[in-house]
């Protein structure tokens, strides 16, 4: 890394409705990884940067929190968007450290950039103050009336497609999102970080950018992303699975008088709770010891015991948060996990989808690789009885390294 200190800002505060999809695109796996995992890693594991800085929308930040942890991928915040996307790169810029002297800024649903196209930008802006990824178009242009009636062809020699990232100066672009926070003066709002640049008066610079370095935004996009990865040497979901591990995990706690009983991070509204030196979250605890065991790093006892103060009262989801991210540095992802809770009262069918969806984000993967289920004994042993609850989980692992 240079002298300078450099600064990524990756917007992903979308909703990807072209996509078609009930939620952010940038959350849904390809080949087994989250969009936004990809988008990050491509600069984490550039080493041409400083400081990472992410741009989420209000109701996704705790689940790309989640993922990214998952995964080991270091940032310094994860901001809140704006109304459009000039607000939002305006709020990643300014969560910036006020050190950066240089910021590239790029799209979430860009997980294909590569080290090359990263680097150009970066060169270009340190000696112009500007670097815009860009490709020739391969078809030819027309600009039609509101008839749909062509009025010229511009020349495709002089047309670019711009991508991202777009580099800047970071005093540069620190302005001229001052300058133009509520628009220019024609009120006119920035669709990307060159207009901005362009309003100023500087000159954009483009490099070379990428034609693998496509926006992910239809069903389609993510089939070809799909295939662009395999050609790279990425393993196939199949080939993936043949290099399965799995771990199996049990617990046990009491319950008793005082206590809350939270269970996969949910409160449950009950008279009783379970006992234990952390909040005794027994099916988080059984997680834990089935993703420990798919890894073979052991048991929840070694990594957090309980004669250990610090883990007094401790939140078991953060517990979990800990052990993906020793299991991420091994080389693993969770492909899928089962959890049984064995509870004769209270019944928890009305907690169940809750119950998924925290798994789900502590284990950065789709709520859809995730199965909670209970059940009674039939009034039998000491669940039956009341005394306790117990759970059982199996977990599915696969390596990174082979992909």
């Not at 089962?338 to 709520?367: F, S, W």
């Not at 669940?383 to 609850?389: D, K, M, T, V």
């Amino acid at each position: 890394m240079g002298a300078l200190h450099q600064s990524a800002v990756i917007v992903a505060a979308g909703r990807g409705s072209r996509m078609g999809l009930e939620r952010n695109k940038v959350l849904y796996p390809v080949l087994g990884v989250p969009v936004i995992v990809r988008t990050a890693q491509a600069f984490a594991q550039s080493g041409l940067f400083d400081e990472i800085v992410i741009v989420a929308s209000a109701c996704d930040m705790e689940e790309m929190r989640a993922m990214l942890l998952s995964a080991g991928v270091p940032v310094r915040a994860i901001v809140e968007g704006g109304r459009d996307r000039q607000e939002s790169v305006s709020r990643g810029v300014a969560a910036c450290s006020a050190e950066a002297e240089i910021i590239a800024i790029h799209d979430g649903a860009r997980p294909l950039v590569t080290r090359e196209v990263i680097a150009a930008t970066i060169d270009s802006a340190r000696q112009y103050g500007t670097g815009v990824a860009a490709v020739m178009l391969k078809d030819t242009v027309k600009r039609v009336d509101e008839r749909g009636v062509v009025v010229d062809t511009p020349m495709r020699d002089t047309l670019r497609a711009v991508q991202t990232p777009q580099t800047f100066a970071a005093s540069l672009i620190r302005a001229a999102h001052a300058r133009y926070a509520d628009g220019n003066e024609r009120g006119e709002r920035a669709t990307d970080d060159a207009m901005l640049a362009e309003w100023m008066g500087e000159a954009v610079r483009l490099t070379p950018g990428d034609a693998e370095n496509i926006k992910l935004t239809t069903p389609e996009d993510m089939l070809l992303a799909q295939q662009v990865l395999l050609r790279r040497g990425e393993k196939s979901e199949e080939e993936k699975r043949m290099m399965m591990r799995i771990g199996h995990g049990y617990d046990v706690h009491r319950l008793v008088e005082g206590r809350d009983l939270i269970l996969c991070g949910v409160n449950v509204p009950y008279t009783l709770g379970l006992l234990g030196h952390s909040d005794a979250d027994v099916a988080y605890h059984a997680l834990t010891d089935a993703i420990l065991g798919a890894a073979a790093m052991g048991d929840i006892g070694r990594h957090f015991p309980d004669s250990d103060p610090q883990y007094k009262g401790a939140d078991s989801g953060k517990l979990l948060d800990h052990v993906m991210a020793l299991v991420h540095e091994r080389g693993y992802a969770v492909s899928n996990v089962d959890v049984t809770i064995i509870c004769q009262r209270p019944k928890l069918k009305d907690y169940i989808e809750q119950m998924r969806g925290n798994v789900a984000r502590h284990l950065g993967v789709d709520v859809d690789c995730v199965n909670v289920k209970a059940t009674t004994t039939e009034k039998l042993g000491f669940e039956g009885e009341g005394l306790g609850i117990s759970a059982h989980a199996v977990a599915c692992i696969y390596s990174l390294r082979h992909g």
